[in-house]
Structures are given as structure tokens and as C-alpha cells.
């Protein structure tokens, strides 16, 4: 059973830094897309980052130059590292998984996690 767990996230000052994790179990990262998704209350969802399962990476518009996805096999666990944080950051931070060898941010994706919140002041 796959199952994603996200920790790290809480309240930061603008500027700042917050690594998020997702601890993955039942999946394996050479065959399964990983990715990385915020939503705000009554607000679509938005696609932050995602890795593909040979590695390639493919980040949203509101993440391109501040947001790193990565993976560590060993472990099982995906992380973003995110720089130079906004108040517009502000957000309830999801790691999900899917199936499909060429996947995307804009199409529902099979497994999700329980969401870890990130708040910036500022």
C-alpha cells in the first residue's frame, strides 16, 4: 500500500527558508513520478515541482529560481527546499505520487498525502 507522509513545514518570516520532506512508502522512485502541490481555502490547487522517475525535474511558474525538488533512494524520502520564501507561499504544502511515466502538474495524480502547512509573514 503506498502511503506519503510530509513533515516540515510551519511559520517562517519573508525571505526565509523551510525544507519540506515526504516520506514514501510502498512506491519506487525509478518508476513513479513524485511531485509537489499547494492549495489555499477556496482556491484550485497549483503545482509547485515534480520529479520524474529517471530524475528530471519540472517546477511551476510561481517556483522557478526559489524551489528545488530532490530525492534521496536511500531513504524513500522526496524533499523541496524552498528559498527565499513569500507571503504568497502561504499554503497547505501536499507530496503526491503517480503512475505515469510522463507526468504533469496540471492532471490528477494517484497517491497524495495528508499535507503539511507553511505560513510566511511579512
Known amino acids: 500500500q503506498v502511503q506519503l507522509v510530509e513533515s516540515g513545514g510551519g511559520s517562517v518570516q519573508a525571505g526565509g527558508s523551510l525544507r519540506l520532506s515526504c516520506a514514501a512508502s510502498?512506491?519506487?522512485?525509478?518508476?513513479?513520478?513524485m511531485g509537489w502541490f499547494r492549495q489555499v481555502p477556496e482556491k484550485e490547487r497549483e503545482g509547485v515541482a515534480l520529479?520524474?522517475?529517471?530524475?528530471?525535474?519540472m517546477y511551476g511558474d510561481s517556483a522557478k529560481g526559489r524551489f528545488t525538488i530532490s530525492r534521496d533512494s536511500a531513504k524513500n524520502t522526496v524533499y523541496l527546499q524552498m528559498n527565499s520564501l513569500k507571503p504568497e507561499d502561504t499554503a497547505m504544502y501536499y507530496c503526491?505520487?503517480?503512475?505515469?511515466?510522463?507526468?504533469?502538474?496540471?492532471?490528477?495524480?494517484?497517491?497524495w498525502g495528508q499535507g503539511t502547512q507553511v505560513t510566511v509573514s511579512s
Open positions: 520529479m520524474y522517475s529517471g530524475g528530471g525535474t
Open positions: 503526491a505520487a503517480d503512475r505515469t511515466y510522463l507526468c504533469t502538474l496540471n492532471r490528477a495524480w494517484d497517491y
Open positions: 510502498g512506491v519506487t522512485f525509478s518508476s513513479i513520478c
